[in-house]
């Protein structure tokens, strides 16, 4: 496996490590660095990919001037190299919403983290991250996404999640394939709270989706997250007839 680096908003980095034993056509697993006065890191891949992490972050800046790990829900590949990173950055630490730091993180975290309120936003330096929960969207009750202000970059985690190996970022339409994946793999909790959510999210009108799984989309976010809230509510109302 290599992991390729490539800069989809000003100074927001994404590391994606291509994975072809999973799904059909195999999988992506992305990271995402801020590279600021306080660097700031969403998602931290599983622990087995901590090495491929470290080469990436050190080729943008020191792995020990890491200073915010940030994911958006409790998962392997969200946040399995926490504590890793907690060992290797001695002043960073973990930053996620109220509810997983109670539920989860004040206990797995080697390091207290720090709980963030709904809207609460950390100033990086040049770059500023609003913390959004978003509750069982797209699963998870600590769910939550980052939104950074400056960029209208919103690390969306598992939205949008695709399939195979595509392009880092797209203007193409990605509710496609994202629906595909959906299909093959189930992986949303879809509720009647799913769609409104995400329609809050579009609200923000971000000009790039930053993706866990698959390409980033630049261009109208509102509109394809609008798309996708009414994607899982035609899934809700077929399963429900």
């Known amino acids: 496996m290599e992991t390729r680096i490539d800069e989809v908003a000003s100074r927001i980095y994404r590391f994606s490590t291509f994975v072809p034993e999973i799904g059909p056509t195999g999988f992506t697993f992305n990271q995402y660095f801020i590279d600021d006065d306080e660097p700031l890191l969403f998602h931290t891949g599983p622990r087995a990919m901590f090495p491929f992490l470290a080469e990436a972050i050190s080729t943008i800046t020191p792995l020990e001037r890491l200073r915010w790990i940030t994911f958006g829900h409790l998962e392997s590949d969200e946040c399995g190299a926490m504590n890793l990173l907690l060992a290797a ?4 630490e973990v930053a996620h919403g109220t509810l997983g730091c109670l539920v989860s993180f004040n206990d797995l975290a080697d390091r ?75 992986a949303t909790c879809i509720t009647p709270r799913t769609g409104p959510t995400i329609r809050n999210l579009a609200a923000l009108a971000p000009a790039t989706l930053a993706v866990m799984h698959g390409s980033c989309f630049a261009g109208d976010g509102a509109k394809a997250l609008l798309e996708l809230a009414d994607d899982y509510d035609a899934r809700l109302a077929k399963a429900i007839g």
């Open 89 to 92: 950055a001695p002043h960073a």
């Open 112 to 186: 207290t983290p720090v709980p963030l309120a709904d809207g609460q936003v950390i100033q990086l330096g040049g770059h500023r991250v609003r913390h959004i929960d978003t509750p069982h969207v797209p699963h998870g009750w600590e769910a939550r996404v980052l939104y950074e202000e400056t960029t209208k970059t919103l690390l969306c985690g598992d939205l949008f999640t695709q399939l195979g190996d595509p392009p880092a970022i797209t203007t193409d339409d990605i509710l496609e394939t994202s629906s595909l994946a959906e299909d093959v793999f189930g």
